[in-house]
């Protein structure tokens, strides 16, 4: 079975631009989680998207957005981005709905210059 | 809101050496995962745990989840040089919710 799969896997933007950051979760998986990496905050909770429907959401401002497709699929994305964002972009998908045991994808480096 | 502390935040070690690393959580949580990450990929699952005083086994590593239902640690025995990376615990206090993580362990271990 394929992993989870993010693209972009690096992109630089600049300050006041959008982002759009894709992932297709494993074959089956119907719950997709974001976060974001940094390493000095770590591993921060975004948002987690289950049946096209959000379902938990972190503290991020709204600037930070995403949705869910029939086939699974996410998509998030970043409008007005900052220097701040500047981060490691993981998408993880779980086969429960009680969305325990997450599996990573590779990550979506962004640079905001 | 609710936060997980992992200690210790960075190890040295030799190879051969065991090695424990431990997360504690201020409330209760039903589920506690452990995850390792290599640089420049995402975390990879190790183990999962799902009952207090549960202790399971993945090759050298061995994890418990406390029986206070507020803590879990992580053992690997014997480390190799491929162990090196930095290792997350991760708790979920009710089915559903969003998965809470430690600030991690970053591991090196010398040949």
């Known amino acids: 079975k394929a992993g989870v799969t993010q693209t972009p896997r690096y992109l630089i933007k600049t300050r006041g631009q959008q982002v759009t950051l894709s992932c297709s979760p494993i074959?089956?998986?119907?719950?997709v989680s974001w976060y974001q990496q940094t390493p000095g905050q770590g591993l921060q909770f975004l948002f987690e998207?289950?049946?096209?429907?959000?379902?938990n959401k972190g503290n991020f401002p709204g600037r930070f957005s995403g949705r869910q497709f029939s086939n699974s699929r996410s998509e998030m994305n970043v409008s007005t981005l900052e220097l701040g964002d500047s981060a490691l972009y993981l998408c993880?998908?779980?086969?429960?709905?009680?969305?325990?045991?997450?599996?990573f994808g590779p990550g979506t480096r962004l640079l905001v210059l | 809101g609710q936060q997980l502390n992992q200690s210790p935040q960075s190890m040295f070690i030799q190879e051969g050496e065991d090695v424990s690393m431990n997360c504690t959580s201020s409330?209760?949580?039903?589920?506690w995962l452990w995850y390792k990450q290599d640089p420049g990929e995402g975390p990879v699952l190790l183990i999962a745990?799902?009952?207090?005083?549960e202790l399971t086994s993945n090759g050298r590593l061995t994890a418990q989840f406390g029986i206070t239902r507020k803590d879990s640690f992580l053992n690997i025995s014997a480390s190799i040089p491929s162990d090196v990376g930095i290792y997350f615990c991760?708790?979920?206090?009710?089915?559903?919710?969003?998965?809470?993580f430690g600030k991690g362990t970053t591991l090196s271990v010398s040949s």
């Open positions: 991760a708790g979920q206090n009710q089915a559903g919710t969003a998965l809470i």
């Open positions: 745990l799902y009952k207090a005083g």
């Open positions: 998207y289950f049946s096209e429907t959000q379902r």
């Open positions: 409330s209760i949580f039903n589920t």
């Open positions: 993880a998908s779980s086969p429960l709905a009680s969305q325990e045991t997450q599996y």
């Open positions: 074959s089956g998986h119907r719950s």
